[in-house]
């Protein structure tokens, strides 16, 4: 059982560059969300859905986009690098609503 | 909206010795959620301990355990017989029971450090 899955582990971005980070569950979750962990300002939730088809907004959404087509994978798209993205990037998934949510191992993004 | 605070961005206990984390939190609410996240330098987040609001005993598993002062808004987390394997960042998070989503509300983190 590989629980939260996400790729990659580290990535460099120059500014202005595009990227996909990568999530994907395989325990049938339905409620998946992305955060970003920041020094002194623990985790800030960026984008969540509570199904497939289903996304919305979480704190800090801006220039961030995602989509949810399947129930597996929730994917994180920067759409032009900016070095105040520079961050740790965290993919979570739950089962229910009453229920603890499970973290992947996160990816370290540097923009240059 | 819902704020958790940690007031201690670092703590330091010896090995053996007993560990009190403190976080505080503001909500309106009357049904949520709280947890106890533990970040090793692995980077993995792991949940430590949760405590729903309407139980009014406390929360505990094995040498952690919680302090729940749902009037104060207080939730604080006891480590018992502190081990090395103890140090990590640790988080409190909060969760809302009345609206749907996936909002998880974190505090600033406290580094603890176990001292041999």
């Known amino acids: 059982n590989a629980g939260v899955t996400q790729t990659p582990k580290f990535q460099v971005l120059k500014t202005g560059q595009s990227m996909t980070l990568q999530c994907a569950q395989d325990?049938?979750?339905?409620?998946m969300s992305w955060y970003r962990q920041d020094p002194g300002m623990g985790l800030r939730l960026i984008h969540y859905?509570?199904?497939?088809?289903?996304?919305d907004q979480g704190e800090v959404p801006n220039g961030y986009n995602v989509s949810r087509s399947t129930t597996e994978d929730f994917p994180l798209r920067l759409l032009s690098a900016a070095p105040s993205q520079t961050s740790v990037y965290f993919c979570?998934?739950?089962?229910?609503?009453?229920?603890?949510?499970?973290f992947g191992q996160g990816t370290r993004l540097t923009v240059v | 909206a819902q704020t958790v605070t940690q007031s201690q961005p670092e703590m330091s206990v010896q090995e053996a010795e007993t560990v009190t984390l403190s976080c505080t939190y503001d909500?309106?609410?009357?049904?949520?959620?709280l947890f106890w996240y533990k970040q090793p330098p692995s980077r993995q987040m792991i949940l430590v301990i949760r405590?729903?609001?309407?139980?009014?005993q406390n929360a505990t598993e094995n040498r952690f355990s919680v302090n729940f002062q749902k009037a104060a808004k207080s939730f604080s987390l006891k480590i018992s017989d502190s081990q090395l394997g103890d140090a990590a960042m640790y988080f409190c998070?909060?969760?809302?029971?009345?609206?749907?989503?996936?909002?998880?509300?974190f505090g600033e983190g406290t580094q603890l450090t176990v001292n041999p």
């Open positions: 979570a998934s739950r089962v229910g609503f009453d229920t603890e949510a499970f």
């Open positions: 325990m049938n979750h339905e409620y």
């Open positions: 859905s509570v199904g497939a088809g289903i996304t």
């Open positions: 909500t309106s609410e009357s049904d949520y959620y």
């Open positions: 405590q729903e609001a309407y139980k009014q």
């Open positions: 998070a909060y969760r809302s029971g009345e609206t749907s989503g996936s909002r998880l509300t």
